[in-house]
Structure formats: structure tokens, C-alpha cells
């Protein structure tokens, strides 16, 4: 094809964007779309299967079997939703192998927060109701982009996340009105998490590098600081019904703009986490690389037994 | 990495009786009868169905989007397949 060519591809494509159209696996697209998506869909993916991580820790140690079943249902939900993720992005040419692949030496990305730790029962609490809730804020807009197997993935995801969100608050909810240890737990659960959960919106605009590009192809409907403010002012309140204090002493309403100022976020901590330095990248990488290889014999087996079944079927019929 | 990857299903899914299976996306699996199973598991954890179908991806056959004009523009000149072609006076009922 010839330059000319391609940049009249290129016009038609944004144009069809444009209109809202739906841009589906086989239709022509940039390189760029192709390359964009694949990377973010497959970041998105491993956030989903890496946040199984951290929850993991908790199941055998739920205190009771009515947070036990919700808290296995899901972390097994997020493995769904890492699992809707990964063929909505292997529609683009990537294969699975590769994807892992990418995960594993580390060359692709997942969300940050999970390289936090969860020493406490409360953790479980502050990642249904802020982490989750961070993620729902990010996941709405999405059921509208342009790309249709990402949309009819998120759309799947977004009816499944409002329960985790729900359940995380009701572990806060019965922490906060139980004894003062309790409630402290809570609290300190809440230190933890907040400034993280604000990070986990993105940087800031002007060190936004994709927002542009992301915008126009609907890959981003809101920008990253009016999608943390959205959070900041949603979750403030819930935070007044639990009689918990957000660890922020700049946190102010501001009646002018209709909405909660807040202070300065240590984006060299957000930096350090996302290269790595972060208190558990290395266990969680440990963690899914070993569970990965010591299941290659299953999935060997699994492969040979099919074979087996089939070799046997084909002598059948003969 | 082991030997051989898993094939690609797809995955369809009636949600209830009187209505069809329809795509509900994909996944991998060994053979047809753990594709079954991990649907189960991946596309229908809240009562979203009451029948599944897998197909291995390889033997769908889809047209090319490339195509779509000798495909699907002829029959978009041919009006008198619809009712409104028809020109009836006002007072004709039932039809």
C-alpha cells in the first residue's frame, strides 16, 4: 500500500471512530491502534490476575465462612475478568504465550497498588471499597470504547465489580462499629491505601503522555485528574459514614468548584513502585511465575491426554 | 514453556430457553469437554446460561470486512423486499 493510501485508511478509521462506530478484530486498522490496545488491554489483564495476589493471602484466614465464600468468589472473578481480557486482546494477533510471556519477564506492566502488602484482615476491607472502587471509576467509560471486544469485556466486568466494591465497604462497615482495636484496624487499613488508590488513576495530565492519542480513540473518556477528583469526591462521604479520617490534613470542600481540594501526591513513590521498587514486585512475580511453571506438567498432561482421546476416536471410526 | 499451548474455543451461550446461543467470547482449553467446563466456570458464574456450545476457533470460517461491499451493497438497492415499497391507500386495514 502506498503512503497516500494508508493515510486515507487512516482518515476513514478516525472518521468511523468519530461516529462512534465500533471497530471489530478483522477490520483494518493503524499499527498504532493495534499496538495501543494490545498494551493496554494486556496491562489490564495482568492487573486482574496479579490483584488475585494480595487477596489470596486472606482466604484461609477469612474470619468467618460468610467473608470466606465472598472473598473466594472474588478473586475468582478476577481471574474471569483477566481471562475475558486476554482473548479480547488476542482478537488483535498476540498470542497467550506471548502475553505470559510479556508478564513474566516483566516487560509489561500491571496496575501498581498490587504491588502493596496486606498485612490485615481491614486490608481486605480498604481494596473492595477504595481499590475496586478506583477501578470501577476507570472501567465505566471503557464500556464505551471504540475497540468492540474490549467494550463487551468491560461491560461484562463492570456488572461483576459492584459487588466487590460493596463487600470491601461491608467489611469496613462492621470493623468500624465493632471494638476500638477494630476500628483502628480500619483506620490504619485506610492510611495504607488512600494515597495509593489516588495513584492508581494515572499521573497527572501534563505527565500524561497516551492522554491525547487515548482520548480520540475513546480509549479514555475522562482524563486521569477528573477521574481522581470523581473518586475523591464520591468516596469522602463514605468515609464520614464510617467515622473514618482520610489521611490527607490538606483535604478541604471547596464550595467554588463543588468538589474536595486535596494535597500534594508523592508521585516519586508512584515512580519507584512502577520500575519496581515497590514492597512486594518481587514476590508477586515469584508468586505467578511459580505458580506458571509448576503447572506446566498439568497442561502437558492435559494436552497429551486430549491427544490420546482423539487418536483413539480416529482408530474408532476407521 | 511446555510442549504444546492450549487450542482457542469459542464459547456460546444461551442465557434461557427460548432464546439463541450467542458468542459470548473465547478461551483456551485441552479438548472440547474442558472447554465446557472452564465456560462454565468463566462465562457463567451467575446463572447467565442454561446451554453451551464450543467451537475450536479454528474451524469457524468468517468473511473478510475487506469484502463487505460485494458482500452485503446488493442488497441494499433492493427496497421491494420490504413492506413499504407498496403503495396502498390509507383505508386498506390489517395489512
Known amino acids: 500500500m502506498s503512503e497516500e493510501q494508508i493515510k486515507n485508511l487512516e482518515e476513514q478509521f478516525e472518521a468511523r471512530i468519530a461516529r462512534d462506530e465500533k471497530i471489530e478484530p478483522k477490520d483494518w486498522m493503524p499499527e498504532k491502534y493495534r499496538q495501543t490496545h494490545i498494551r493496554q488491554i494486556s ?25 470466606k465464600v465472598a472473598l473466594l468468589a472474588k478473586v475468582q472473578d478476577e481471574a474471569g475478568h483477566g481471562l475475558y481480557l486476554y482473548s479480547a486482546c488476542e482478537t488483535l494477533g498476540i498470542s497467550r504465550d506471548v502475553l505470559y510471556e510479556q508478564l513474566h519477564s516483566g516487560k509489561a506492566k500491571y496496575s501498581s497498588i498490587f504491588n502493596y502488602p496486606t498485612v490485615t484482615w481491614a486490608d481486605m476491607g480498604a481494596i473492595g471499597w477504595l481499590v475496586d472502587g478506583a477501578a470501577i471509576i476507570n472501567q465505566v467509560p471503557l464500556c464505551s470504547t471504540s475497540f468492540g471486544p474490549y467494550a463487551r469485556a468491560m461491560v461484562r466486568v463492570c456488572k461483576e465489580e459492584s459487588f466487590h466494591q460493596r463487600q470491601g465497604y461491608e467489611i469496613m462497615l462492621k470493623l468500624c462499629n465493632g471494638t476500638p482495636e477494630q476500628k483502628e484496624m480500619a483506620q490504619d487499613a485506610l492510611n495504607r491505601w488512600w494515597w495509593p488508590s489516588l495513584m492508581m488513576l494515572g499521573p497527572t ?17 475522562k482524563t486521569n485528574d477528573e477521574l481522581r477528583q470523581q473518586f475523591i469526591d464520591q468516596t469522602v462521604p463514605q468515609a464520614d459514614i464510617l467515622g473514618l479520617t482520610i489521611p490527607d490534613p490538606d483535604l478541604k470542600w471547596n464550595e467554588e468548584r463543588g468538589s474536595y481540594d486535596f494535597g500534594e501526591i508523592d508521585w516519586d513513590e508512584f515512580w519507584q513502585v512502577v520500575k519496581g521498587h515497590g514492597p512486594c514486585n518481587k514476590e508477586r512475580m515469584k508468586a505467578r511465575v511459580g505458580a506458571w511453571e509448576r503447572g506446566e506438567w498439568v497442561r502437558d498432561a492435559a494436552m497429551a491426554y486430549a491427544e490420546k482421546q482423539q487418536e483413539r476416536k480416529e482408530k474408532q471410526a476407521v | 514453556m511446555g510442549t504444546k499451548n492450549w487450542p482457542l474455543w469459542e464459547i456460546f451461550v444461551r442465557s434461557k430457553n427460548g432464546l439463541e446461543h450467542r458468542h459470548f467470547g473465547s478461551l483456551h482449553a485441552a479438548d472440547a469437554e474442558m472447554a465446557l467446563e472452564n465456560a462454565r466456570d468463566v462465562y457463567t458464574r451467575r446463572n447467565e446460561g442454561v446451554s453451551i456450545w464450543v467451537v475450536e476457533s479454528k474451524n469457524i470460517t468468517a468473511s473478510n470486512p475487506e469484502h463487505n461491499g460485494e458482500m452485503f451493497e446488493p442488497a441494499q438497492d433492493k427496497v421491494y423486499r420490504h413492506p413499504t415499497f407498496y403503495d396502498l391507500p390509507d383505508d386498506v386495514k390489517h395489512m
Open chain 1, 43 to 67: 496491562q489490564h489483564a495482568h492487573s486482574e490476575i496479579v490483584g488475585m495476589l494480595p487477596e489470596g493471602n486472606w482466604i484461609t484466614r477469612a474470619p468467618s465462612l460468610r467473608r
Open chain 1, 205 to 221: 495530565d501534563d505527565a500524561s503522555v497516551h492522554t491525547e492519542q487515548s482520548m480520540k480513540w475513546k480509549l479514555k473518556r
